[in-house]
């Protein structure tokens, strides 16, 4: 296969999943790591990609365009990792609490295991998934029906009645973008009515966000800053960015990343 094929067919994959691995595009075209970055590098220099660590993504998304999960799951991987950590330890045994769909909260998922008498309620597939994977015969998995988005969440109105009857400690909720004007934003509607259902049903709000966030709009609303007690974030938020959540957040929690 020519170098201009490869690339084509690299990014008809990238536009139908949000984004691709390295790793699974070496082993897809079977050609080696340097070929494939070298082509991501042609993608990104022609606008039609972004290049992110691990892999590329589609460019500029809207309002309203929703990345898939695998697309945002190689994205600020190491940040995302140190807010699951700190989000970990917020959590206690014999708790019920509530994890949305996202990137991160997924990663937090991962770090549950240990937890004893814990009680997860979730509407996000590879949350349920990640708990599932390392069982504990005292942790209950609540995971909701509903109708699936690109993100893998659960929405609709089977999701919303499930949650609408329960009450949680804590909600960890990803958002895919945060603003001083427009609040916690998601770019699917579904998703801002079920996610406002979690917050309804917890007693204390904690938001999962990291730097890149600040400043992407969603186009639905999920809530305003300051409905949110914790928000936890990592070191790439800039100085004026965080006085603004500062100001609207109950506590501001920045994590650095090695």
């Keep these: 296969m020519l170098a201009q094929q490869r690339q084509t067919a690299i990014l008809d994959l990238i536009r139908q999943r949000g984004g691709v691995r390295v790793s699974h595009l ?11 970055r070298r082509d991501l590098e ?21 309002s309203a365009e929703e990345p898939g999960f695998a697309a945002k799951s190689i994205r600020q991987q190491a940040e995302k990792r140190a807010i699951a950590d700190r989000a970990a330890t917020l959590v206690e045994p014999g708790m019920a609490i509530a994890l949305s769909a996202g990137t991160t909260t997924a990663a937090l998922a991962t770090l549950l295991a240990d937890v004893r ?16 994977q390392n069982p504990r015969a005292d942790q209950t998995v609540v995971l909701t029906g509903g109708i699936r988005t690109p993100s893998d969440a659960l929405t609709g109105p089977v999701a919303e009645a499930a949650i609408s009857s329960l009450n949680v400690d804590l909600l960890f909720l990803g958002v895919h973008g945060m603003s001083k004007r427009t609040g ?4 699917n ?17 904690v938001v999962l966000a990291d730097h890149t966030k600040w400043e992407t709009i969603g186009i639905a609303t999920i809530a305003p800053l300051e409905d949110t007690d914790v928000l936890i974030t990592d070191g790439g938020l800039p ?14 929690i920045v994590v650095e990343v090695a």
């Design 184 to 187: 916690l934003t998601t770019p």
């Design 42 to 62: 042609v993608l990104a220099e022609r606008g039609l990609v972004d290049k992110v660590h691990g892999g590329a993504t589609l460019v500029g998304p809207g």
């Design 117 to 132: 008498g814990l009680t997860v309620v979730t509407n996000s597939i590879p949350v349920a998934d990640a708990l599932y």
């Design 239 to 252: 100085a004026e960015a965080r006085t603004a959540i500062g100001e609207q957040v109950g506590e501001l």
């Design 189 to 205: 509607l579904l998703e801002a009515g079920i996610n406002r259902c979690l917050i309804n049903a917890s007693r204390q709000l």
């Design 26 to 36: 070496v082993s897809r075209f079977g050609v080696s790591d340097m070929t494939i």
